[in-house]
Each structure stands twice: as C-alpha cells, then as structure tokens.
C-alpha cells in the first residue's frame, strides 16, 4: 500500500511541507536531467523491443521526446506549492505523436510507466543523499507522484485516441478516393500498385467487383467475406455499397455464395480480372449483372451466369419491343389467366421440357400441359417445343419479367 493509504479510509492528503520538500526535490533532478534522461530510454528500450530496434522511431527522436516528457513531468512537481495549473502540452504531443507513427498505445503508456517509476528511484536516491533525509516527507508525498503519473498517462491515452480516431478517418477517406478512382478508370497505371497497397489487396489479381443494394452494414460485409478468406474494400455510391474484392484460392464461387447468405439483398459480380487497369469495365459488368436481376428479386448474380438477361437490359428499348412483340398478346389475358400460362410456360422452359413433367409441378394434367403450349404458340407464334421457338419465348420472358411487365 502507498504511503498516506489507510486501510479504513480514503487517502490522507499530503502536508504542505511535504509537498515543498517534493518540489526542491524535483528541481535538483531538474538539474540533471540529461542523464536521468538517458536511464530512462535505457529502461525502456529494455523492456520493449519495438523501442530497441528503432521500428517506431530513432533512438535519438525517442530521446528528445523523453527528455522533453521528463521536464515536463519534474516541472508539475516542482511547481505543486505554487498551485499553479500543470502543463500537459507534452503529453498531449506524445500522445499524438506516436499515434501518427503507428505505436501500439500499449508501448506508449508502459514507456510513461517506466518513466514514472525512474522519476521516484531518483527522487528517492536524492532525498537520501541529502543531509537532512527528508524520506518521510517524499514518502507521505508519494501519492502525489504516482497522481501525476496516472494524469500525465491518461493525457497521452487521450491524445493517442483522438488522434488515432482522426488519422483512421483520414486514411478511410483516402482509401475511398482511391476506390473511386479504380472504379471510375481515372487511376493511370503509375498509382495502381500504391492503390493496392493502401487498399490493402494484392498487386495482382484475380480481383472481382461487387454491387449491393441496399447498402448492407460494411463491416459485417468485409466479416463474411473475410471468414472465407476475401478481401475487399467498399465504398458508397447512388445507394449501392461497391466493392472491390480479392476472392481466396478457392475462386469466385466463395463470394457468391456468402454474399448470399447475407438477404434480403440483390448483389451484381462482374467476371474476374487480372490487372486493377480493369477495374472500370468491371464495375460496369458488376452493374449490368445487378440490373439482369427482376426488380421483386433479392440474389447475388454473377454476370456470365446472366448473359442472356444481361443484354437485354443493357438495351431497355430492343428488350421492351422484344417483349411486347412476342409476349403482348399473353400480357393482354386477364391476370388469373396469364398468370396461369406464364407459370407453365416458364416450368416447361426452366425444366427438362416434357409435359408430363411440367404436369407433376403445376399440377395438373399432362394434356392440360399441351393444351397451354398450343395456346401459347397461338398467342405468340413461337413454338416452345422447338430450340428456336423455346429460346425466343425465354428471352422475351426474360426481358418482360426486368421491365416488370409480369406479375
């Protein structure tokens, strides 16, 4: 227990006599602070080896910022009878400091540790070198000592937090500039490699770029496709969450399948490419295969798995005339109806093509089957029994089914 503790009550405050011998104290260390300087960084670089090999800063920048800590540190004491409000400006600036170099906040408050706790061995080793051993009034004044400490450290925490929150902002902001540019095709190819290095993504692909609406949540985004062994980096834009991805050795079908578990969402893939060059043509493809999807659909669609889809909406008005051209006369049959004959029609196409088939899942009977596929080639003048007939009808399905033209 520290001096002036009582086991039956709140700490006893120091005396102002006590208090004074602290002060004089502290101003005689004040006297040589070089060399308490120097035991300090030989303290800590002991005790951390992130210090000891210079990966955060030089040995001679980390001694001029403990110097600079140390005087700061004696002069609070020094000036305690004064009453005078304590400067912190030093903390603060280590504090921000070592933020902006990437220092764990662990290393930085164990550093301020280990300078407290060298500041009372030296006050303790001056009071009894002197003549008079003022011990007992250093001891009754240690709680003071070890209160500067933990202020002086929760200044540094302080200052590491808010500038870490603020360097974190910053590098999110230009982490999304970056993205941008790659998606849009302005990056020329000098600032490709530095935008997959602050992206955090490989310097050569595969890569792959996804479309999302609505917006899912980003960080349980970049959780699902991390557990499968993705990365990526998203960005918002026109109420879609884009996103540039490194799928895992196990390929692109990873991704698929766990954007898909992510519903209600509808997500486009473009194919994968090789060089971030690409990026731009494949956002497009991305939002190509995110607009093959129907309106009333939530799936994860992968391009090349929609071609078909994916022309027709690239051109709304040939897929709108394709539509009414071969489909007008089954859209203009009353809604139970053409409900009814889209429905065969499209377990007929999606299926093996057999009516007694088509029949098991409607269900109805086999020659109920064959007498809406007669009505339907009345209707549209395509045979869906035939590969052309069949493939014009799909298509013009299709392309009814985007327009939300159907039910």
């Known amino acids: 227990m520290r001096s002036g503790a009582s086991s039956s009550g709140p700490l006893r405050e120091p005396s102002p006599a006590s208090l004074a011998v602290l002060a004089k104290l502290a101003q005689s260390l004040l006297q040589r602070l070089d060399g308490i300087a120097d035991r300090t960084v030989e303290v800590i670089c002991q005790r951390d080896d992130g210090y000891r090999t210079e990966r955060f800063l030089t040995a001679d920048a980390l001694r001029r910022s403990v110097r600079d800590s140390l005087e700061e540190y004696l002069g609070v004491l020094a000036s305690l009878p004064l009453g005078r409000q304590p400067s912190k400006d030093q903390a603060w600036a280590t504090g921000r400091s070592r933020a902006e170099l990437g220092v764990p906040l662990e290393s930085v408050l164990r550093a301020y540790r280990l300078g407290g706790s060298v500041i009372w061995e030296e006050l303790l080793a001056e009071a009894r070198g002197r003549l008079d051993r003022p011990t007992d009034d250093l001891m009754e004044a240690a709680v003071v000592v070890w209160q500067v400490t933990d202020e002086l450290s929760a200044a540094v925490g302080t200052a590491y937090r808010h500038s870490e929150a603020g360097r974190v902002g910053r590098d999110r902001t230009r982490r999304q500039a970056l993205l941008r540019g790659l998606l849009s095709g302005i990056l020329v190819e000098p600032d490709l490699i530095f935008a997959a290095e602050s992206l955090g993504l490989p310097e050569e692909g595969p890569y792959q770029v996804a ?197």
């Not at 065969?344 to 269900?363: C, N, Y």
Request: charged share 25%; net charge positive; glycine share 6%.
């Open 211 to 407: 479309v999302i609406e609505p917006e899912p949540e980003e960080r349980a985004l970049r959780e699902v496709l991390a557990q499968a062994g993705a990365r990526s980096e998203w960005v918002s834009q026109e109420g879609r969450k884009c996103g540039l991805v490194a799928p895992p050795v196990s390929g692109a079908e990873v991704v698929k399948a766990r954007l898909g578990r992510m519903v209600p969402l509808r997500a486009g893939l473009s194919p994968l490419f090789a060089n971030l060059s690409e990026a731009a043509a494949a956002y497009r493809q991305a939002e190509l295969a995110l607009r093959s999807i129907p309106a009333h659909r939530h799936a994860v669609a992968a391009l090349d798995d929609r071609l078909g889809s994916a022309l027709l909406v690239s051109s709304p008005e040939l897929a709108r005339r394709l539509a009414v051209m071969v489909m007008g006369s089954v859209l203009a049959l009353p809604a139970q109806e053409r409900r009814t004959m889209v429905r065969t029609l499209r377990i007929f196409l999606d299926g093996s093509g057999s009516p007694a088939d088509t029949a098991r899942q409607v269900p109805c009977h086999r020659n109920t089957v064959l007498n809406r596929l007669n009505r339907i080639r009345e209707l549209t003048g395509c045979d869906p029994t035939t590969p052309r007939g069949a493939s014009r009808l799909c298509l013009a399905m299709d392309a009814a089914e985007l327009l939300s033209l159907l039910d």
